[in-house]
């Protein structure tokens, strides 16, 4: 992937960020049907899950960083939207997931800082609905305190239930997910687009 070419709104790259230290999670199972549902949709995706996130803690006052953590930082500069999602560990985001969102910090100088104007899919998977909805909650306010747009849906997968939860209802909820950062990112995309050669038509009419 050439980072250096202007990102093409009809193809966004979306990027997945979550699962758990475990290959195979349920979590990470969620986290790639929204992002397959996005795939379908035409997006390119990658998926950082597990091992992928596994770097130290942030650390503004060191700016060294792993090849882990500069990959992630990277990829998340150059996507168009985002698929996160965390298990609920005690009601919350786990540790993982969020020290993974904190390096983000490091985007705060870029021309598009932290998550703004990207489409962000939010999923919690916890074994019971208070644990799935508290978690939901929580990583909804990161994304927004980050300022990117949690999509309208937000996928809560109760693994208590049969099938870890992903029965054909929560398929529906995680694909619906998916479709809908693409459908944001290209909308975005296309108002860029629109907005820079309408720029360009005024500055020749200019000259």
Known sequence: MNMTHPPDWRRPLILGVGGTTRPGSSTEKALRIA????????AETIALVGEDLDF?????????????????????????????????YHGIVSGLVKKALDHVEDL??????YLENRAVGCIACAAGWQATGSTLVSLRSVV???RGWPTPLGGA???????????????????????????????????????????QVHEARAG
């Not at 992002?35 to 035409?42: F, H, K, P, T």
């Not at 939207?81 to 298990?87: D, E, F, T």
């Open 35 to 42: 992002l397959d549902s996005a795939a379908d949709a035409g």
């Open 56 to 88: 130290p803690m942030y650390a503004p006052h060191h700016p060294e960083r792993t090849a882990k953590a500069a990959r992630f930082i990277g990829l998340v500069a150059a996507c168009q939207g985002l698929v996160i999602a965390s298990p609920g």
């Open 108 to 113: 705060r100088d870029s021309p598009l800082p």
């Open 144 to 146: 927004h305190a980050l």
């Open 157 to 199: 997968i109760n693994t208590a239930q049969p099938d870890s939860g992903l029965d054909a209802g929560a398929r529906a909820q995680l694909q619906t997910i998916g479709r809908q950062v693409v459908h944001f990112a290209r909308a975005t995309g296309a108002l860029a687009a629109l907005t820079s050669e309408a720029g």
